[in-house]
């Protein structure tokens, strides 16, 4: 049958089983558009406030669910603002299609009204970038950027469009989806080596990334961590890949990891690195990460093996797979003596925090305990992200949704209406600074708009807390630009954008407000009144090895 290239890329969402786009319209995509109004039973069109807040939508939307997120803007500044989710999405490794529209053919390169280079400019952030100026070549295009946003290594595609090719017509028959094979990279070798290096290895220690996620590996990790009794350390991006509340977990690894999981990595004489790039805010100092340890090292991007340490052994695959081989080779081990004393370690650093007062560390305690730990958080970044994932229990894969590698402030608004959008059956938080807050809460007007039943979290504390913390401790106190002493309401801003509102200043307020707000089923915003002198423990001061790992009771000693 003939279609218009507009009608081509709606058969094209629906054959890639897409339900759901983020956007937000304009001159070039006006076509694309038009065909939207026409499928509206079929593809649900979310209109955010501003295209930032689509392509974070969109990125939650696919963290949470595991599918492919769509988003669309028009040409020139539509699609430009796309470019920091966009990004986000790349450094988290996130299978994203953004579709933007571009002026007509002929007028490319013109310096038209609203044109811009938008492939050439997203070019370093997604894993291929498309420019479509033939009809013909439109629905094969589009099934190539959706096989490779989630095949191998996932992350976003950009597929352009000129607006002539939009109204074109051409022949369109329905196909089943477009696979990409990635090559098997490990050998039998790889494998046996890895298991040798496991069977002499008397402290084991594993380090989960983010790749145990995305490859949907959690029951084979736990199997694999308790067949070889090691203790299991994760990442920002590894949250919920390994339960939480198990006896081997040891908490985060870093600069802001715990002191057992930071102690025992430097400790440790075989570091199993899985499904993780060894960020630069994981190892601090690289010459002195995990000193005693050989590497091994299990990943699906080649470009990852060697790039920041140089591994003893390692095994190209994804991961699920690759454990599922192991599991099955490996004999049941037990090293007792190691795992009792990450369990001493673990019991004399436990994470502490302020009782007296209200505090972030609180709330989120308060936060795990109402929704039983069955919530999907998505954060901001800042002493909060951290705090997020220092105090909620993570048991599940795909519940802790943070911009880890780019570090967005404003993400997490757009990224839990998207997750939230993808799993109406859960609760979903946001939780923000109110630096971060202030970037994005245009996005409440979103929720509000299709009465989505997100909770926003508001951690006040009148500063941007990270940095200040940084100028706290390694700056003398000159606190350059980072007090927020203005007179913003954000109880109001929420209620001016069609949202509830709660404002919380004390601890006896916190459980009651988090209960109102989960049987509301509507968008709320509760703002939690801090201290501006709050910090985040434990802590590693920048370019200092882990084990140099510190808390507040060391800095007083120090004093």
């Known amino acids: 049958m003939e279609l218009t290239g507009s009608q081509i890329v709606m058969e094209c ?78 450094m988290d490794s996130v299978p994203l299609v953004a579709i933007t529209a571009n002026v007509n053919l002929p007028l490319l390169g013109k310096d038209t009204f609203q044109e811009v280079d938008i492939a ?65 990279r490990y050998t039998d070798k790889d494998i046996d080596t890895a298991v040798k290096l496991i069977e002499k290895s008397k402290k084991p220690y594993i380090y989960a990334g983010g790749g145990v996620v995305i490859s949907g590996a959690s029951d084979e990790l736990s199997e694999f961590a308790h067949l070889i009794d090691a203790p299991v350390c994760d990442t920002l991006m590894g949250k919920g890949g390994f339960d939480g509340t198990d006896r081997l977990y040891t908490g985060m690894i870093g600069m802001h990891g715990t002191k057992a999981s930071n102690l025992g990595v430097s400790e440790c004489d075989l570091l199993i690195a899985v499904g993780a790039r060894f960020s630069d805010r994981v190892m601090g100092n690289a010459s002195k990460f995990a000193p005693k340890a050989k590497v091994l090292h299990i990943d699906i991007d080649p470009a990852e093996i060697n ?4 591994t003893t052994a390692c095994i190209m695959g994804d991961v699920k797979e690759v454990l599922s081989i192991l599991n099955g080779k490996l004999k049941q081990r037990e090293n007792a003596e190691w795992v009792s004393h990450i369990e001493e ?10 009782h007296e007062n209200l505090t972030c560390p609180y709330v989120i305690e308060k936060l795990y305990e109402v929704t039983h730990g069955d919530a999907i958080i998505t954060t901001d970044v800042g002493q909060h992200q951290m705090w997020a994932a220092q105090y909620y ?64 979290i508001v951690i006040n504390n009148s500063v941007l807390g990270m940095v200040r913390q940084w100028q706290t401790l390694f700056y003398d106190r000159r606190y350059s630009n980072t007090v927020l002493t203005d007179k ?14 709660i404002r919380v200043t004390k601890k006896e307020e916190v459980e009651a ?13 509760i703002e939690c009144v801090i201290d501006s002198d709050d910090k985040v423990f434990p802590m590693v001061s920048p370019g200092a090895p882990i084990s140099d790992v510190f808390d507040a009771e060391d800095l007083k000693k120090w004093s």
């Not at 304009?26 to 930032?52: A, C, F, P, V, W």
């Not at 370690?345 to 302020?354: G, H, M, N």
Request: proline share 4%; with cysteine; glycine share 12%.
């Open 345 to 354: 370690l673990k019991e004399k650093y436990p994470l502490t925090y302020d």
């Open 13 to 90: 969402l629906l054959e890639q089983g897409v339900d759901t786009v983020f956007g937000y319209p304009g001159g070039t995509i006006l076509n694309i558009y038009d065909e939207l109004y026409k499928y509206s039973d079929r593809i649900r069109h979310i209109l955010t406030s501003h295209e930032q807040g689509a392509a974070h939508a969109a990125d939650g939307y696919a963290r949470a669910t595991g599918k492919v997120g769509v988003c669309m803007a028009t040409s020139g500044p539509g699609a430009t603002n796309l470019v920091t989710g966009i990004a986000t999405a790349y």
């Open 393 to 456: 229990k993570y048991t599940k894969p795909r519940t802790f949704l943070s911009s880890g590698g780019l570090g967005t402030m404003g993400y997490g608004l757009g990224a839990c209406i998207g997750a939230k959008v993808g799993c109406p059956d859960k609760i979903v938080c946001n939780i923000g600074g109110d630096g971060c807050f202030r970037m994005n809460m245009n996005e409440l007007a979103t929720a509000s708009r299709y009465d989505i039943p997100i909770i926003q």
């Open 307 to 310: 790039k920041n340490i140089k």
């Open 488 to 501: 913003v309401d954000y109880c109001k801003v929420a209620e001016g954008l069609g949202c509830a509102a």
């Open 513 to 525: 407000a988090l209960t109102k707000a989960i049987e509301m089923k509507a968008p709320v915003m």
């Open 120 to 184: 050439g400019v997203t070019m370093p952030i997604t894993k291929h970038g498309y420019i479509v100026k033939d009809v013909t070549k439109l629905a094969d295009t589009l099934r190539k950027a959706f096989a490779i946003a989630k095949s191998g290594r996932p992350g976003p595609v950009l597929v352009d469009i000129t607006k002539d090719v939009t109204a074109a017509k051409c022949s369109y028959s329905k196909k089943e989806a477009y696979v990409r094979e990635v090559p098997k």
